[in-house]
T-cell receptor, first 113, second 117 residues
Framework: ETGVTQSPTHLIKTRGQQVTLRCSSQ?????VSWYQQALGQGPQFIFQ???????GRGNFPPRFSGLQFPNYSSELNVNALELDDSALYLC????????????FGQGTRLTVV | AQSVTQLGSHVSVSEGALVLLRCNYS??????LFWYVQYPNQGLQLLLK??????LVKGINGFEAEFKKSETSFHLTKPSAHMSDAAEYFC???????????????FGQGTILTVHP
């Protein structure tokens, strides 16, 4: 059983650019959630994808968007990068309901300069 | 909306001492509560979860937590700290993300645990 994998592990972008982060969900999981973890903070929910549809969104602007593919892998896209977008981006996959465990990837560290 | 408060951003203990990390939650419905641990440059790993069964929940690595509805608390404890317990710990509450029953997590700010010899 493979775990949740994210790529790339580190990324440096310039303000105003666009970035795409990738996540492969754990085998058998059909739901992927994305979280942003700023330095010294707890992770914050960006959005969730279930069967290729967005299923809930946190308090993030529309320039944060995503996709889920038929194999349940997912992408997070951020347009018009701002300095405050610098953070660790975590992907989590799950297969059950609200009381089940979310399995997290190692994260992508994004630095915007 | 649900929320989580972790009291104490930093906790320092001696090896072998009791570990107590505090978490209080706010929820209008019976909560599903989780504790996750994060080691440096890594993702989050589940320690334990409360899903309305037993109020005392045992997790991995000797950790346990007690759900107290009257105090809206879910504090994490370990009787004897080990050097390998040094990490950041997050308390989280789960609620429905959208139109399905799948959950989204609301995390506390985290508590950094330092264990010194």
């Amino acid at each position: 059983e493979t775990g949740v994998t994210q790529s790339p592990t580190h990324l440096i972008k310039t303000r105003g650019q666009q970035v795409t982060l990738r996540c492969s969900s754990q085998s058998g999981h059909n739901t992927v959630s994305w979280y942003q973890q700023a330095l010294g903070q707890g992770p914050q929910f960006i959005f969730q994808y279930y069967r290729e549809e967005e299923n809930g969104r946190g308090n993030f602007p529309p320039r944060f968007s995503g996709l889920q593919f038929p194999n349940y892998s997912s992408e997070l896209n951020v347009n018009a990068l701002e300095l405050d977008d610098s953070a660790l981006y975590l992907c989590a996959s799950s297969s059950g309901g609200v009381d089940t465990e979310a399995f997290f990837g190692q994260g992508t560290r994004l630095t915007v300069v | 909306a649900q929320s989580v408060t972790q009291l104490g951003s930093h906790v320092s203990v001696s090896e072998g001492a009791l570990v107590l990390l505090r978490c209080n939650y706010s929820s209008s419905v019976p909560p599903y509560l989780f504790w996750y641990v994060q080691y440096p440059n890594q993702g989050l790993q589940l320690l334990l979860k409360y899903t309305s069964a037993a109020t005392l929940v045992k997790g991995i690595n000797g950790f346990e937590a007690e759900f107290k509805k009257s105090e809206t608390s879910f504090h994490l404890t370990k009787p004897s700290a080990h050097m390998s317990d040094a990490a950041e710990y997050f308390c989280a509450v789960s609620e429905q993300a959208g139109g399905t029953s799948y959950g989204k997590l609301t995390f506390g700010q985290g508590t950094i645990l330092t264990v010194h010899p």
